[in-house]
C-alpha cells in the first residue's frame, strides 16, 4: 500500500523530524512481494521411496534410484505456480535383484513400453505451520490420475557449505492404489499389496531470475 499523499503537503505539515522521515519513507513506492522464482531438484538430494505389503508378513521395502524435477514457487505467497517431476521406472531397487527384475516387467511398471514415470504439480493448498497438500496429476503405466501429498516445507535457507545457494528442502507423502493404475497383479490373490505407500525427500536449490 502507498500513501497518496504529495511529498510536498508531508514536509509542510510535519513538525517533528522523525514522524517526517517516516512519512517520506512510506510515500516512496517499494518494490512489493518477492516473485515466483524456479526451484531446480538437487538429483543428489532426491529420495523417491515406496512399501508395499508381501503376502502379509512384511513390507517390501523399495526406491528408484534416477528422478529429476523442478517448480515455479512463490516463497513469500507460498503458492506453487507450477511444477513437474520425472521418475526413471527402471531405476527401481529393493534390493534384490529378480524381484527387481520382475518389478520391471509387465506385471508391474512394465519399463520397456513405458519408461518413466511423471507428475505434474497443480497447486498447493491448506498451508498451515509449513504443512499443506499438494496436489497433481500422476502418469503411471501410460494412465493419468489426480494424486495428492502431505508435504512439510521443512527449510529454506542459503545452503551452508558446497553450492551455497538458497535451497528449499521438502518431505512428502502419499498413498496409491495401484490397481488405479491398471497394475493389478497379485491384488485378488492378496500376494502384493494394493496400496504402495509412497516417500519423497529433496532440497530444491532457488535459480536465478531470467
Not at 503405466?141 to 535451497?167: C, I, M
Request: glycine share 6%; aromatic share 8%.
Amino acid at each position: 500500500m502507498h500513501l497518496v499523499t504529495p511529498l510536498p503537503s508531508l514536509r509542510r505539515d510535519c513538525r517533528i523530524p522523525t514522524i517526517c522521515v517516516m512519512a517520506v519513507l512510506l510515500a516512496i513506492p517499494t518494490s512489493g512481494a518477492a516473485e515466483p522464482r524456479t526451484y531446480r531438484i538437487d538429483p543428489d538430494h532426491f529420495a523417491v521411496s515406496f512399501s508395499v505389503a508381501h503376502v502379509g508378513y512384511a513390507d517390501v521395502l523399495g526406491q528408484f534410484l534416477e528422478a529429476s524435477g523442478e517448480f515455479v514457487y512463490d516463497e513469500s505467497s507460498q503458492e506453487l505456480i507450477s511444477g513437474s517431476a520425472t521418475i526413471d521406472a527402471a531405476s527401481v531397487f529393493t534390493n534384490h535383484e529378480a524381484r527387481d527384475a520382475h518389478v520391471r516387467d509387465d506385471d508391474f511398471l512394465d519399463t520397456e513400453a513405458f519408461p518413466t514415470i511423471a507428475f505434474v504439480a497443480e497447486s498447493l493448498t491448506d498451508i498451515e505451520n509449513q504443512q499443506g497438500t499438494l496436489n497433481g496429476q500422476l502418469t503411471l503405466l501410460g494412465q493419468t490420475r489426480p494424486v495428492s501429498l502431505d508435504v512439510t516445507l521443512n527449510k529454506a535457507a542459503p545452503y551452508p557449505f558446497g553450492h551455497e545457494k538458497h535451497t528449499l528442502g521438502i518431505s512428502a507423502t502419499t498413498t496409491l492404489e495401484r490397481s488405479q493404475w491398471g497394475m493389478d497383479y497379485a491384488v485378488d490373490n492378496g500376494l502384493v499389496g494394493d496400496e504402495v505407500d509412497i516417500r519423497l525427500e529433496f532440497e530444491a536449490i532457488r535459480q536465478p531470475p531470467d
